[in-house]
């Protein structure tokens, strides 16, 4: 381990990596680990992070754990994150004992949790206990994290701003040091959004990477992925390699040398669209970024917004319908009652079921065509620096559901996140961190794409950058506070 403290590594303030280390080392039993990440939550309710909490799925997941650790140590030690307590989106899954609700009345005692889906079973493998949901908006429709149904989430940093969505009770908690990592799902930014909102790190993988279903559908037409929010690049990583690969077959990656410096062509991309600005700290931020890669040795390619601006349009487009109709699907399908619904949701459901089948096929269609021209794109860079959001994180209430003007909420949220839905509809992978903090002291991120698979050189990119320490959290995390 790198560092001088074992308990932290080279992460300022410590990770999951970091706390597992401790764990495995003795100096902190699974079952302690469990206890203070409940205490943590109980002291933290106020942030309106976690919508549920088990308690005795926790200790008894932590027991077993501990168990394991004394009579079995060999098979303990390979966990890599071992006793490390965790928390799953209301959203996504399912996690046995768990049963998410998607931040809704709709789908009060619906949903299935008897049974881990293959995802949440590796997750288990990896050693993670879980204990509870994480806040999220109503069926995952915003980018902040505000049910009607409760609780209101907030960000850590500034209680009065929101901490993202549609991931952000994930972010939040990770934020506030309740948990290390914390599981979540991105179909439209959901993982980078609340990432960036709080000062983390959020990698939404390749499509295909990570095991979809059973259980969670076909994942909006494959426009949505499932990973974590996270502390450091290293964890970033971790998980990836720990939860990677379909049940089929192992995900084929193509092999990165760490033992040889990278040379890269990095595309840079500061300005957004004139309709959805980017603010001029968070283009500064970019080129910073930018700047200090090319004193590394890598070549910057500059990126206008016209040569995006199409495929950013379409996206925009492919995702509305996509999840229009999804969720109009839901309803036929599930016999969903609209009436206990929020009016944007069922504003939305009416929207897709409006659309129809034609307009679905229309819509997966025009998918491939994205992909195609950001694979163009990439025949002339290797990866892709972008601003991540607009704005600062927005203040609480900015994303309102009690309306049913779609158009609006649509164009509200690419004005916060111009750039989100690019990697889910072309399917490739996206990372956000920290590079920075404002006049506020909130964070100031950026995005790196890569092509299909490029998860190893984004992992590389993002720890060069983030080795920089620009970004400190505030918050210790429950079980490396001492």
Not at 388 to 404: E, K, N, V
Not at 410 to 426: D, E, G, K, Q, V
Not at 444 to 451: R, S
Request: proline share 7%; hydrophobic share 45%.
């Amino acid at each position: 381990m790198n560092g001088t403290d074992a308990s932290k590594g080279s992460i300022p303030g410590g990770d999951a990596i970091a706390l597992a280390a401790r764990i495995r080392s003795g100096a902190l039993g699974c079952a302690e680990a469990m206890k203070q990440a409940i205490s943590a939550a109980r002291a933290n309710e106020a942030l309106g992070a976690i919508c549920h909490i088990d308690e005795a799925l926790g200790m008894a997941d932590a027991a077993a754990l501990d168990h394991e650790f004394r009579n079995n140590p060999a098979t303990f030690s390979i966990r890599r994150f071992a006793g490390v307590p965790t928390f799953a989106k209301d959203l996504g899954g399912p996690f046995k004992g768990l049963a998410v609700r998607a931040g809704s009345r709709l789908f009060d005692g619906m949903l299935d949790a008897s049974a881990d889906s293959d995802l949440a079973a590796r997750f288990r493998q990896a050693g993670f206990s879980l204990f509870g949901l994480t806040t999220s908006p109503e069926v995952g429709l915003s980018l902040a994290s505000e049910p009607v149904r409760g609780p209101v989430c907030r960000n850590p940093l500034d209680p009065s701003r929101t901490a993202g969505g549609s991931s952000g009770g994930a972010a939040a908690a990770v934020a506030a040091g309740i948990v290390a990592i914390a599981h979540a799902t991105d179909a439209g930014g959901s993982i980078r959004v609340p990432a960036a909102c709080c000062g983390l790190i959020g990698l939404k993988p390749s499509r295909g990477a990570i095991p979809g279903g059973p259980g969670f559908g076909n994942h909006l037409g494959g426009i949505a992925s499932e990973l974590a929010v996270s502390r450091s690049v290293r964890d970033a990583g971790a998980i990836f390699e720990a939860l990677r690969g379909n049940p089929a077959g192992p995900y084929a990656e193509p092999a990165l040398d760490k033992s040889e410096k990278l040379h890269l062509r990095i595309g840079l991309l500061t300005q957004t669209s004139s309709d959805f600005p980017t603010e001029p700290a968070r283009q500064e931020v970019v080129e910073a970024a930018a700047r200090s890669l090319e004193q590394d040795g890598h070549e910057i390619v500059t990126v206008e917004w016209e040569r995006l601006a199409a495929s950013v349009t379409a996206s925009a487009a492919i995702f509305a319908d996509i999840i229009s109709i999804n969720l109009a699907w839901l309803v036929e399908s599930l016999h969903l009652d609209l009436s206990k619904a929020e009016p944007l949701t069922a504003a939305f459901a009416e929207r897709g079921a409006a659309l129809g089948p034609t307009a679905l096929w229309q819509a997966l269609s025009a998918m491939p065509h994205v992909s195609h021209d950001l694979w163009r794109l990439f025949d002339g860079i290797d990866c892709l620096l972008t601003p991540m959001l607009a704005t600062a994180p927005l203040p609480i209430g900015s994303f309102p559901t009690d309306h049913r003007d779609t158009e609006l909420h649509l164009n509200r949220m690419a004005r916060f996140a111009p750039l989100a839905c690019l990697a889910n509809i072309s399917g490739f992978p996206a990372l956000t961190l920290p590079f920075g903090r404002d006049a506020d002291g909130l964070p100031l991120p950026v995005q790196l794409l890569a092509p299909m698979g490029g998860e190893p050189m984004l992992l590389a990119v993002a720890s060069r950058l983030e080795a920089e320490q620009r970004w400190i959290h505030p918050h210790a995390i429950s079980g490396l506070a001492s």
